[in-house]
T-cell receptor
Framework: KNEVEQSPQNLTAQEGEFITINCSYS?????LHWLQQHPGGGIVSLFM???GKKKHGRLIATINIQEKHSSLHITASHPRDSAVYIC??????????FGQGTRLTINP | NAGVTQTPKFQVLKTGQSMTLQCAQD?????MYWYRQDPGMGLRLIYY???????DKGEVPNGYNVSRLNKREFSLRLESAAPSQTSVYFC???????????FGSGTRLTVV
């Protein structure tokens, strides 16, 4: 079993829909990262969380340490949000462990 | 622009050839990392350097060597490339593990 599991693996939605991507992990962590990888391949850091909730524009990330679960929400989704979203946790060995990613496609 | 610069962006090697992937950051970050990304798998750590002068193995170090040349540069060397090393390689850096990570644009390597 992977230490970091994301769901769904693939998600297709219509422009304007509210999007939720989930991340569950099985190890103790000191921080959790959400990353975005565009079709061209570049990886951008979106959020780093150790507790609670963070918001940046239309993106919201939450984490529940007790439940070992984090969610990434996108409000008013747009085709430019189409990308792979990656969850990564900073575990006991102080190295990032990555989920497999969620491929999001937003259709106009 | 500040960031992580990786070269080359694309490379095709024949089995047994050697090459070095270069990575440089201009953000005065302490820690640098090399990852590989394969279809259906998350990014996996090959080697990392927590600070200038130190390097350590990650999850998948076999077949690779690294050099932290100075605080800015962290190179990854394949001494004898194998088809199993066909992958996309990413370099990343961070000031401290509790800060955000900055990734390079990736190197797509094919070994035939």
């Amino acid at each position: 079993k992977n230490e970091v599991e994301q769901s769904p693996q693939n998600l297709t939605a219509q422009e304007g829909e509210f999007i939720t991507i989930n991340c569950s992990y099985s190890v103790g962590i000191s921080a959790l990262h959400w990353l975005q990888q565009h079709p061209g391949g570049g990886i951008v850091s979106l959020f780093m969380l150790s507790s609670g909730k963070k918001k940046h524009g239309r993106l919201i990330a939450t984490i529940n340490i007790q439940e070992k679960h984090s969610s990434l929400h996108i409000t008013a989704s747009h085709p430019r949000d189409s990308a792979v979203y990656i969850c990564a946790v900073l575990g006991g060995a102080q190295k990032l462990v990555f989920g497999q990613g969620t491929r999001l496609t937003i259709n106009p | 622009n500040a960031g992580v610069t990786q070269t080359p962006k694309f490379q095709v090697l024949k089995t047994g050839q050697s090459m070095t992937l270069q990575c440089a950051q201009d953000m005065n970050h302490n820690s640098m990392y090399w990852y590989r990304q394969d279809p259906g798998m998350g990014l996996r750590l090959i080697y990392y350097s927590a600070s200038e002068g130190t390097t350590d193995k990650g999850e998948v170090p076999n077949g690779y060597n690294v050099s932290r040349l100075n605080k800015r540069e962290f190179s990854l060397r394949l001494e004898s490339a194998a088809p199993s090393q066909t992958s996309v390689y990413f370099c990343a850096s961070t000031r401290d593990r509790l800060y955000g990570y900055t990734f390079g644009s990736g190197t797509r390597l094919t070994v035939v």
